[in-house]
């Protein structure tokens, strides 16, 4: 067998495993991995908050692409997460001024305050967070619709969801300052949309999807997002030592420590709120 | 010659220890893109595709084969097959409701180049405004092809990751219009990528998009009509070591180095052979048959110039 015929094999070689590999690829292409893990940070990149339809009932996940940077790290695949299992961090980098202007109300901070946003366009060292109903066939919801409603906000501050247009005003769909909690989008949508923190703090948002069926009956889903807004560098494992959470072992944790040493059971302050209600600093 | 020639194939083949180490190349083509603003759109059988309402990004690869960069419009319904197109078979539709008039223009969006009562046209970031909602798109990029590098501009592109860059370099359409390309930014000023407006075209007429993203943004035209808009596309590009026939390392200069095994290769590979000039344009016509006819040798009866 002479020179050209022996390459030509291996030509074919190769193209068969490229063939098959691609075929390979090609199975894992809807979901991608799931998300084993109890809890993730969801630090920057593309991200999007899907709702999908599946047997007869609506579900929401959120659906982190390669690229993505989760827990510091770098996702080699895309990635599906259960709602709870992300937290989704907003850095200082999200900070900004609120504009001039009664547009902005909704934001639930006053001119020149400081809102927390992210954005809806990708801004390097934040999640660029969209919105997807992508996944669900259109006809088997009336007017091709689902409703989102925020059903509950736990957290420090307010919380909204708008658009900006071509030229820069805002289009709110979501406004806890405003008593906005509900907004209809159409199927087939994939799309970013700002999502603004008036204060710093840990926020739990219960949203709920529901949709009328054009057989009659409703389908609906409710889930849990978690936010993490903060105006300080994220620490993403604990310092030992570091008592009270400031970043720094020093006099402070030791005073805490002493105050604390001999307790064998933890105790509650005596104003603790859990119910599920919004709260303001 | 046909003795050093078999071994050359030979060590190309079956010899990786003679192979090239990896290296980065710098790759890029030029593309046209074809917007129709408010005009009545082109009949007949060899017309583009009119592209409107629906969601429909640029999309830019580089594939095995090369580059591939294609118009990219979602099915019309949920489910149903998208529609990719070469840019020269697709028209990108600014029908009425993509159309503004102010009776002033904020002082931050100047840049459009708008004049306050005059209209003028924008291709929407956000969707469900009736108009066409254009995005860029870098979803089908084979990362594992790509190498990073760090282009160095503030509007978001500042770090080592890997980049596509669309460089603006022509804007052909009606008299006294300007384009323009920018993202609004949630209560901060726009981030503006293109503006012909200030100072024409520029080196700051640039946008950039990391491998495996999608993003949309606002498309500018102060004129009703037809536009042709050139952008050069590159991004660097990781030659495997495989990639035997993009680096000779037995002398002469036919090492080409672009991470693309193409006519040019192998026009140098065949000025070697046959101990002529290197055939430098395989876009030449003549050229390029030649280098055809040359290819037909080899594969027929084992080097070129056979017969």
């Given amino acids: 067998m002479n020179t050209l015929t022996l390459l030509k094999k291996r030509i074919a070689v190769l193209l068969i495993s490229f063939i098959m590999t691609l075929g390979a690829l090609a199975e ?9 893990g109890a809890s993730a940070y969801y630090l920057a990149e593309h991200g999007d908050f899907e709702i999908g339809y599946e047997d007869g009932e609506l579900e929401m996940h959120i659906h982190l692409h390669a690229g993505t940077i989760v827990d510091g790290n770098v996702l080699e695949e895309d990635t599906s997460f259960a709602p709870e299992q992300l937290v989704v961090v907003a850095t200082e980098t999200a900070e900004i001024l609120r504009p001039d202007g009664s547009d902005w109300q909704p934001t639930g901070v006053d001119v020149n305050e400081t809102l927390w946003v992210l954005p809806q366009h990708e801004k390097e060292g934040l999640p660029a967070l969209g919105f997807s109903t992508h996944d669900i066939d259109t006809g088997l919801f009336v007017e091709d619709q689902i409703q989102l409603r925020l059903r509950a906000l736990q957290g420090p501050g307010d919380f909204s969801l708008w658009e900006d247009n071509a030229l820069g005003q805002p289009i709110f769909y ?4 405003a008593g906005q909690t509900s907004a209809v989008f159409p199927i087939g949508l994939h799309a970013h949309h700002n999502w603004g923190f008036s204060a710093p703090g840990d926020y739990i948002l219960v949203f709920e999807a529901t949709a009328d069926l054009v057989t009659g009956g409703s389908a609906e889903a409710l889930s849990i997002y978690r936010f993490k807004v903060t105006d300080v560098p994220l620490r993403l494992q604990p310092l030992p030592g570091d008592v009270n959470g400031d970043g720094h072992v020093d006099e402070h944790d030791l005073h805490i420590v002493e105050d604390n040493l001999g307790e064998t059971a933890p105790t509650w302050p005596a104003n603790s709120n859990l119910a599920m209600e919004q709260t303001h600093h | 010659m046909v003795p050093k020639q078999i071994s050359l194939v ?9 192979w090239a ?11 046209t893109f074809r917007f129709a603003i408010e ?9 583009p595709m009119a592209l409107d309402l629906y969601h429909t990004d640029l999309d830019l690869s580089f594939r095995p084969s090369g580059w591939e960069v294609v118009v990219s419009r979602d099915g019309v319904v949920t489910g149903a097959t998208g529609l990719d197109l070469l840019p020269v ?3 990108l539709v600014g029908n009425p409701a993509s159309r503004w008039v102010l009776s002033s223009i904020p002082p931050t969006f100047d840049f459009i180049g708008a004049r306050p009562g005059e209209p003028f046209w924008i291709l929407p970031q956000n969707a469900g405004t009736g108009a066409l909602p254009l995005g860029v798109a870098a979803e089908r990029a084979d990362r594992g092809r790509l190498c990073a590098w760090n282009p160095g501009d503030p509007r978001g592109a500042d770090t080592e990751d890997l980049w596509f860059e669309m460089r603006l370099l022509q804007v052909r359409g009606p008299a006294d219009a300007n384009f323009a390309m920018w993202q609004t930014a949630g209560g901060s000023a726009p981030v ?3 503006s012909t407006h200030e100072g024409g075209i520029s080196a700051d007429d640039v946008f950039y998009l990391s491998a495996g993203s999608h993003v949309h943004m606002n498309w500018g035209f102060t004129q009703l009509g ?15 070591e495989w990639l035997t026939a993009d680096w000779v390392p037995l002398g002469g200069p036919f090492y080409n180095g672009d991470c693309q095994v193409d006519f040019r290769d192998f026009a140098h590979l065949a000025a070697q052979w046959l101990n002529i000039p290197a055939i430098d344009d395989p876009h030449d016509p003549e050229d390029n048959q030649a280098l055809l006819l040359l290819v037909d040798q080899w594969l027929e009866c084992g080097y070129p110039g056979c017969h």
Avoid at chain 2, 231 to 237: K, Q
């Fill in chain 2, 192 to 194: 503006v990528f293109v």
């Fill in chain 2, 21 to 31: 180490q990896g290296h980065c190349a710098r790759v890029f083509t030029d593309v």
């Fill in chain 2, 39 to 47: 005009t009545p759109v082109p009949d007949g059988p060899n017309a």
């Fill in chain 2, 10 to 18: 030979f060590l190309l083949a079956w010899c990786p220890a003679l």
């Fill in chain 2, 89 to 91: 078979d697709a028209l």
């Fill in chain 1, 174 to 177: 979501i406004s806890s300052y």
């Fill in chain 1, 28 to 36: 894992d292409h809807d979901h991608g991995h799931i998300y084993e």
């Fill in chain 2, 226 to 240: 037809f536009y042709e808009i050139d952008f050069r596309i590159a991004t660097v590009l990781h030659c495997e």
